[in-house]
C-alpha cells in the first residue's frame, strides 16, 4: 500500500494464502468499509495522518466506528471527492495498483453532533482469516473486470475522474 505513492511497510506474508486458508485479499460488497489487520491498519493510518498534516488538516475527534476523522470545514471537496492523501492498494507489482481517491477513502458523518470526514478503512483485528478485506465504499464508482480463465483482476481508478458514475457510466465509450 501507498500513501500520496509513498510506500508504506507491512508484513507481506500477512498477504500470501497459507495451506489453511488464512491470509490474503478478498473483495466483499457485503462489508461496507476496509478492514484491516491492525498492523496494515496502524501504518496505513498513521501514513495517512502524517501526509494529512502536509495539507493543514489535524485530527479531531473520532466517530465510531472510525478512529481518523477530520472537521469538514477544513476539508476541500474535488472533482474525486475530499481532497485528502490518496490510497494505492499495490497489486503484484509496484507499477500496478489501484488509486483510491477521497471519494472511496472517507465517508461523511454529519449530525447533531457535527460535520466531520472519516477515514473510511476499519481495524478487524489481529490474526483475521482474511488481513485486507475491500468493503464496498472503497469500490464504489470503480469498474473491476474479472478475467477467470486468466485468474486476473483488472480495474479503474474513480471513473468520477472522468465526469461519470457506475449509474451514469456509458459502457460503449473508450474510457
Known amino acids: 500500500m501507498n500513501i ?17 486458508g488464512f491470509g490474503g485479499t478478498k473483495l466483499s460488497t457485503a ?3 476496509t478492514v484491516l489487520e491492525t498492523s496494515i491498519y496502524n501504518a496505513l493510518t498513521d501514513a495517512f495522518v502524517n501526509e494529512s ?5 489535524t485530527v479531531t475527534n ?11 470545514t477544513d476539508i476541500v471537496i474535488t472533482r474525486v471527492g475530499p481532497g485528502v492523501p ?14 483510491v481517491f477521497g471519494s472511496n477513502s472517507m465517508v461523511r458523518i454529519a449530525g447533531d453532533g457535527g ?23 472503497q469500490m464504489e464508482d470503480n469498474l473491476l473486470q474479472f478475467d477467470l480463465d486468466s485468474n486476473i483482476l483488472g480495474f479503474t481508478s474513480s ?14 465509450s473508450n474510457v
Open 31 to 33: 462489508t461496507p468499509y
Open 53 to 57: 498534516s502536509a495539507l493543514n488538516l
Open 115 to 137: 460535520d466531520v470526514w472519516c477515514l473510511g478503512f476499519l481495524d478487524g483485528g489481529v490474526n483475521p482469516r482474511t488481513p485486507v478485506v475491500i468493503g464496498g465504499h
Open 86 to 99: 490518496t490510497v494505492d492498494m499495490v497489486m503484484q507489482s509496484d507499477e500496478v495498483f489501484w488509486r
Open 4 to 20: 500520496n505513492g509513498k510506500p508504506i511497510l507491512i508484513n507481506s506474508s500477512l498477504l500470501t494464502v497459507d495451506e489453511n
Open 62 to 72: 473520532a466517530v465510531k466506528p472510525f478512529s481518523v476523522c477530520y472537521s469538514a
Open 159 to 172: 471513473v468520477l475522474l472522468h465526469g461519470a458514475t457506475c449509474s451514469n457510466f456509458n459502457f460503449a
